[in-house]
């Protein structure tokens, strides 16, 4: 293929794309997302292709739409008759039945638990019903393989524009009027944030996507990555043309194998018809984006440490100022954002910051992904407008708590995040209300306990984790949650003693204040909500030997 | 020039220097560990935090990193400053409580025993050795290995290195003495945190060998 030189090429290609996806085709999309995977996706998808064979019936892989507690997902299109659950024993039934006669076999549909009724169409079912979809609408949709699907369906328009129609203050400007912010933590405004980057002085600069996704129990950057890399790729690419960047990085863990394979895919192809490396779409513009792969430490997604290690030091984090706008990347002026920051950009660009901020709370705007795990009945990603309440998050697309327990509270951001108890189900969830609440954010991984979940317990789980993640540069973060850690394992134990509870909170609060990065301050996070919403249940363990929800010392 | 006031005090000092330069040179006593005027700042023991006045609230930072800015209203004794320096050096004390120097730091923040239990080692690691064996020497014949409280400095591999010079800078900046070269007059040393032993040689900076030939 040609490189594209110009904007009419992109559109010219994008006619043909759009006529090749053909939507009123038979078609199987067969899930083969990590989650579909794990569940036996790829041996359904051999079954297909053997029984398909010859036949006029195309199968397409997609990744990963969300839904990973019903796969293997198999979608029958144009109907988007939704299939469930699966396995190579049902393939002959979907092409003798479905594809030939077009029935819908009801065993493989989803059950609505409210009503009891199969629901047939990807659309109707209650999980999507439930969400917006504006950075996943083509999660599922679209073979993340196939370049050509991004294309048709409006993929590059938005870097087409940016580099055609707009100038780099303009992107800039049209990003801070849509009041992005970002959505890997911190929740500072992306378009403030890519300003401060160009206006520091420098020739050199570079943007870096932080793919790290360390957080136990978060997976929603990595269902963009699998699914649809072109759209990080490209929000990449136009932040690098506002900033004045001529290089970018992604660094994604390693423990993402398909992310990886997909992101390297999309990469060429972006390369291969000019839209990434010298002179994108003709336009002068030179951009190009490399891949750099972590080696499994959480610390390493903080931005500084990230940095040090695509340095290739050890992945420590420093102290700030310098800001990494001000000295980043080997000193030179840098912007990093979260996989999704950069994938929200395309559509900010393509339909203003109007559109952006038509959705969410005042001082939250867009939809913001969710990844949600533990005791909910439907564990996976569900993209949802800002501001909607907890409770429509987890009882609506979460679809509730399972085995008929009630809900307890949800782990809102990790161990990093806090707990949020039943009694604030109906809180609007934005950056605000979470971090009242002792909770962040967080890069949107939601664990969700009930009845039977020990607060204590988990706490000591989060602490366990970060204990284990501190770099251990600084005392506070090194010792102190060694020591927090120590006390909850006794407190867990049946050995807490009179005034640990006092001294676990006092050394939390110190720990919080006086620690180097973002992860000794966040640490206590998990301690200090459970400690503000379930007290009792420390006082239990202390001072009664009692673990109320009898999972300690059983 | 630039003007900040340290604890009400008006400061005036040129640009570019931390607060905590600024501060020593006016007298203005904060405790440091990981510290080193011949090293760059570290960040890392969190005994010279200090609290800044800004107008979205107050802030903690280490004083070592942060740079003095004209304007900037900086509080070094609070009591949130106060309430981490003492949980700072409790976490010190159980850790090397043993050593002189630590219960000397932490008797000047107020500090004469410790609630916590640690594993017991005189290295405290300020990464003072390792640091100045990086960015003085320029020869890194020294790291830290493992990370959160597994953190030990050690040779690669935990035996001699080839890139050591016999400098002797990492003795001679350890706040603890956790780094100590015995039996000089031997014709081999033994750097016991190390349970490696070197045979003594002339230090390839200044030619200087141990026993003064
Ligand atoms: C311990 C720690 C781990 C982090 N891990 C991640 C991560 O995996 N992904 C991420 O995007 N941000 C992570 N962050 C936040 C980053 O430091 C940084 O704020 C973020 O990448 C900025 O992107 P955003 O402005 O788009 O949110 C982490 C922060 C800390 C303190």
Redesign the pocket.
């Known amino acids: 293929m040609k490189k594209l030189d110009t904007p009419q090429e992109l559109d010219a290609w994008r006619e043909s794309c759009k006529n090749e996806l053909d939507h009123d085709r038979l078609r199987l999309r067969v899930c083969d997302g990590t989650g579909c995977r794990a569940l036996g996706s790829q041996h359904v998808l051999t079954a297909l292709r053997q029984a398909v064979n010859g036949n006029n019936v195309e199968i397409m892989t997609t990744g990963c739409p969300g839904f990973c507690e019903q796969g293997p997902l198999v979608t029958v299109d144009p109907q988007q008759i939704a299939y469930q659950q699966v396995t190579t024993k049902h393939v002959h039934k979907i092409i003798s039945d479905t594809l030939g006669k077009g029935e819908v076999i009801s065993e493989l549909l989803y059950v609505d638990p409210s009503n009891g009724q199969p629901v047939t169409t990807e659309s109707e079912l209650p999980y999507y019903k439930s969400q917006m979809r504006r950075v996943t609408d083509l999660n599922g949709q679209i073979d993340p393989h196939q370049i050509e699907h991004y294309i048709a369906h409006k993929g590059y328009m938005a870097l087409s524009k940016a580099l055609y129609d707009m100038s780099p203050d303009g992107i800039i400007e049209e990003v801070i009027r849509s009041q992005l912010r970002?959505?890997?933590?911190?929740?500072?405004p992306?378009g403030v944030?890519w300003k401060f980057c160009r206006q520091s002085p420098g020739d050199e600069k570079y943007v870096i996507c932080?793919?790290?996704?360390?957080?136990p129990g978060a997976f929603t950057?990595r269902s963009l990555l699998e699914a649809n890399p072109h759209r990080i790729i490209e929000g990449m690419i136009i932040g690098a043309r506002g900033i004045g960047a001529t290089e970018g990085f992604i660094y994604i863990r390693s423990e993402y194998p398909l992310a990886i394979e997909n992101l390297n895919i999309a990469l060429n192809q972006a390369r291969e018809h000019g839209l990434l490396g010298k002179n994108i779409l003709g336009s002068g513009f030179d951009f190009n984006i490399q891949l750099r792969l972590g080696a499994g430490a959480?610390?390493c997604?903080?931005?500084t440490a990230?940095m040090a290690s695509i340095e290739g030091k050890p992945g420590e984090p420093r102290p700030r100022p310098p800001f990494p706008a001000q000295e980043g990347l080997w000193g030179k002026p840098s912007n990093?954002?979260?996989?999704?920051?950069w994938a929200s950009i395309p559509s900010i660009i393509a339909n203003g910051a109007e559109w952006f901020a038509g959705v969410g709370t005042e001082k939250s705007k867009g939809t913001a992904m969710f990844s949600m795990v533990g005791k909910i009945n439907n564990p996976g990603v569900v993209e949802v407008p800002i501001g909607i309440s907890l409770r429509e998050l987890i009882f609506d697309a979460g679809g509730g708590i399972p085995d008929g327990k009630s809900f307890k509270a949800v782990q809102f951001g990790g161990p990093?995040g806090g707990c949020i108890p039943a009694q604030y189900l109906d809180t609007p969830i934005d950056y605000e209300s979470l971090t009242d609440l002792g909770a962040t954010m967080g890069?949107g991984g939601l664990v969700v306990a009930d009845e039977s979940t020990c607060m204590v317990d988990l706490a000591r789980y989060f602490m366990n984790f970060t204990q284990e993640e501190s770099c251990g540069q600084c005392i506070p973060c090194r010792w102190g949650t060694k020591v927090m850690l120590d006390i909850l394992t006794r407190i867990c134990n049946g050995q807490g003693e009179k005034g640990d509870i006092e001294t676990l909170e006092q050394l939390a609060n110190t720990v919080k204040t006086a620690s180097l990065?973002?992860?000794g301050?966040?640490a206590p996070n998990p301690v200090l909500s459970s400690l503000r919403h379930f007290r009792d249940e420390y006082e239990a363990h202390v001072y009664d030997k009692r673990c109320p929800s009898k999972v300690c010392w059983k | 020039m630039i003007t900040l006031t340290i604890n009400d005090k008006t400061i005036h000092t040129q640009v570019g220097r931390s607060i905590l330069e600024v501060a020593r040179d006016n007298a203005i006593w904060i405790p440091t560990l990981c510290y080193h005027e011949a090293l760059k700042p570290y960040g890392g023991c969190r005994l010279c935090l200090v609290e800044l006045e800004t107008p979205r609230g107050s802030r903690v930072v280490s004083s070592c990193t942060f740079p003095a800015e004209d304007g900037m209203v900086v509080h070094t004794n609070t009591k949130t400053i106060q309430q981490s320096r003492q949980i700072v050096a409790q976490l010190l004390l159980a850790r090397a409580g043993h050593v002189p120097f630590i219960r000397e730091l932490a008797a000047s923040v107020g500090v004469n025993d410790t609630p916590y239990t640690l594993p017991q080692d005189t290295c405290v690691l300020c990464a003072r050795c390792v640091r100045a064996c990086q960015e003085i020497v320029g020869m890194s014949a020294i790291s830290i290995a493992n990370r959160g409280s597994d953190r030990v400095v050690v040779p690669p591999f935990k035996i001699s290195s080839a890139d050591c010079i016999e400098c002797t800078t990492c003795v001679l900046v350890c706040p603890t003495d956790a780094i100590t070269l015995d039996d000089i007059t031997d014709s081999s040393r033994t750097v016991h945190e190390w349970q490696s032993e070197y045979a003594r040689g002339a230090c390839r900076l200044c030619e200087y060998t141990l026993n003064g030939n």
Do not use: H, P, W, Y
């Not at chain 1, 970002?182 to 500072?188: D, K």
């Not at chain 1, 932080?210 to 957080?215: I, K, L, M, R």
């Not at chain 1, 990093?336 to 920051?341: E, L």
């Open positions: 970002g959505r890997g933590g911190a929740g500072f992306t944030k932080n793919a790290d996704e360390g957080n950057d959480f610390v997604g903080e931005e990230l990093i954002n979260n996989v999704k920051s990093l890069s990065c973002g992860l301050q966040a």
